[in-house]
């Protein structure tokens, strides 16, 4: 590898001030994401806050309608793979894999998502920023008749949910747990074990 090959060294091999920039953003940015993860209701209600701030923008300006039908496509997409189990039953064979249980006898399996929560969060959240960086600029303020959107955007959303709920029934899982079922003649005392 020839000198200035590497992401942020300058021609010299020496870190260029741009590069170390921008990789101190990055780690600063990763940090408080680490942070927030435990606080799953502040991140949502933040992400909430933002949301109404981006619709009353729309609504105050009257336009941007094809940015907001693309981030409700967008968070619609986001929605189905948090739904979704991260290995689809039906594209495996009896045989091969693990499944999900589907009598009351077999084993619990816990349900493992495609889209894990945090990031189906920092997904949306991203989006969010991103559309109402759009609502800056004119050139996304396509004139559009903006009720045909949201007939349509409601249509799409029914047809998708259905489509889900009915592979969720056919396959027989449920995309919510609340922890491991405890039984009352089978609680047991900690301190029996130490």
Not at 21 to 35: M, N, P
């Amino acid at each position: 590898m020839s000198e200035g090959d590497s992401v942020g060294e300058s021609i010299h091999g020496k870190p260029s001030v741009v590069g170390a920039f921008f990789t101190r953003i990055g780690q600063i940015y990763q940090s408080w994401l680490d942070k927030s993860t435990p606080f799953y209701a502040v991140r949502w209600a933040a992400t909430l806050l933002l949301t109404a701030v981006y619709m009353i923008r729309v609504y105050i300006l009257q336009g941007w309608y094809i940015v907001t039908y693309a981030l409700g496509i967008y968070h619609l997409n986001l929605f189905i793979a948090f739904l979704s189990p991260k290995v689809d039953p039906s594209l495996l064979d009896e045989d091969e894999g693990p499944s999900l249980p589907t009598k009351q006898n077999e084993e619990f399996r816990p349900f493992i998502r495609r889209l894990p929560e945090f990031k189906f969060w920092h997904s949306a959240t991203k989006g969010i920023v991103i559309a109402m960086i759009c609502t800056f600029f004119d050139a996304f303020n396509v004139p559009v008749f903006w009720p045909i959107l949201v007939m349509y955007f409601i249509m799409l959303f029914c047809i998708t949910m259905k489509r889900q709920i009915k592979h969720m029934v056919k396959y027989r899982y449920l995309p919510f747990t609340h922890g491991k079922r405890t039984y009352k003649g089978e609680q047991t005392n900690m301190d029996d074990y130490q």
